[in-house]
C-alpha cells in the first residue's frame, strides 16, 4: 500500500472505530458449521444401523484369497452412504466390500446439535469359514527386498520402484499381510473430497497356494484372468486389452479395470509368476493416465550375480 492510499483510508477507518464505538454496534464473527468432518472408524460405528455382509467372491474362495479391504467412504447427513472409495485391499475382494457397504446405513451425526457429512474409513474382513487366517509368508530377506530412503529395491527380482514425494510409504499399515500374500511395499498419497488418491501395493506369495507343484506351468496371466472375471461379476470392466511386458527378471501381464463413475479410482492389476513365487502389483489412481505415471515409478536394477533359487519341498 503506497504513503497516498495510507492517507486516504486512514480518515475513513478512524470514522469507522469511532461510530462503531459509538454505537455498540461491533459485530463479532459468527463461526460457520463446516460442511463435512472427517470422524474416527471407532466412532462412526456407534452409529451404525443397517450393516450387509459381503458376498464371498467365488474366484477368491477358489484361490483361497482372505484378507482386509480398507475404504474411505462419505456418510451423508441423513445417514446414507453416498461414496465409497478403495484405499486397499485384494482386487479380487475390494468389489465385493464396496457393493456391501453401499448399503449400510447410520444414524444421523451431530455437530453442536446439527446433522452433518461425515467421511471416515470401513474395514471390510473376508475370511474362509473353517480355516485359520491365511499368515503372510516369511520371505528370505534377498526375496523380499531393502528400503534406502525412498527407493525400495528388489535385487531377487531385479527391479526398484523410487517413490515421488506426494507417496508416503505406509508398509507397516498391511503388515499383517493381504489374504496370505506379504506386502513388500504399500505407498500411498491421501485422496480429496473431489479427487481420489493414488498408492502402489506390491505383493508376493508362494506360487503352490494357487496351483500346487504346476506351479511351473502358469504365468501372471493366468492371476489376471482370475481377478477380470471377479471384477466383472461386480460391474468394473477391464480397460483396454491386456499387455504383456518384462521387468527386471518378471514376465508382467497387466490388466486396466474402470468404472461409469468419475469419482471412482481406476485401477491397473499386474502379475508374474516368478521361482516359485507370484508377485502382485496393485496400482490405484484418479485415470489411466495416473496408473502409467505410478507403473514408470519401477525400472529395472542391472544385478550381475544369479539370483538365489526358492528351495521347494
Request: aromatic residues 8%; contains cysteine; charged residues 20%.
Amino acid at each position: 500500500m503506497t504513503y497516498k492510499s495510507k492517507r486516504i483510508w486512514a480518515p475513513v477507518l478512524g470514522a469507522l472505530l469511532v461510530s462503531g464505538a459509538l454505537t455498540g454496534a461491533q459485530e463479532t464473527p459468527v463461526e460457520k458449521q463446516p460442511k463435512r468432518i472427517r470422524v474416527s472408524q471407532g466412532v462412526v460405528e456407534a452409529n451404525l444401523l443397517k450393516k450387509v455382509a459381503p458376498t464371498y467372491p467365488e474366484a477368491a474362495k477358489a484361490a483361497r484369497v482372505e484378507g482386509l479391504v480398507v475404504l474411505t467412504v462419505i456418510i451423508t447427513e441423513g445417514g446414507k452412504i453416498q461414496e465409497v472409495r478403495l484405499r486397499s485391499g485384494d482386487p479380487l475382494l475390494a468389489p465385493a466390500a464396496m457393493e456391501a457397504v453401499k448399503q449400510w446405513a447410520y444414524k444421523p451425526y451431530l455437530l453442536n446439535g446439527e446433522p452433518i457429512e461425515v467421511e471416515t474409513t470401513i474395514t471390510v474382513r473376508f475370511q474362509l469359514r473353517n480355516q485359520p487366517p491365511l499368515a503372510p509368508q516369511a520371505l528370505p530377506p534377498e526375496v523380499a527386498g531393502t528400503f534406502t530412503g525412498t527407493v525400495y529395491r528388489n535385487d531377487f527380482f531385479g527391479f526398484q520402484c523410487a517413490l515421488p514425494a506426494e507417496l508416503a510409504v505406509k508398509t507397516n499399515e498391511l503388515k499383517g499381510g493381504l489374504g496370505g500374500r506379504t506386502v513388500l511395499l504399500h505407498a500411498s498419497a491421501e485422496q480429496t473430497q473431489f479427487r481420489p488418491g493414488k498408492s502402489v501395493t506390491l505383493m508376493a506369495e508362494d506360487a503352490r497356494y494357487y496351483w500346487g507343484e504346476k506351479w511351473s506351468e502358469k504365468t501372471g496371466a493366468d492371476y489376471v484372468a482370475k481377478v477380470t472375471q471377479a471384477l466383472k461379476e461386480r460391474g468394473i470392466l477391464s480397460s483396454g486389452l491386456p499387455t504383456e511386458f518384462r521387468l527386471g527378471k518378471l514376465a508382467f501381464h497387466r490388466q486396466n479395470y474402470t468404472t461409469e463413475s468419475p469419482l471412482r479410482p481406476v485401477q491397473s492389476v499386474l502379475a508374474a509368476v516368478h521361482e516359485g513365487y507370484v508377485i502382485t502389483v496393485i496400482l490405484i489412481g484418479p485415470g489411466e493416465h495416473d496408473l502409467d505415471s505410478l507403473f514408470n515409478l519401477f525400472t529395472e536394477v542391472k544385478v550381475t550375480s544369479k539370483s538365489p533359487s526358492k528351495a521347494k519341498d
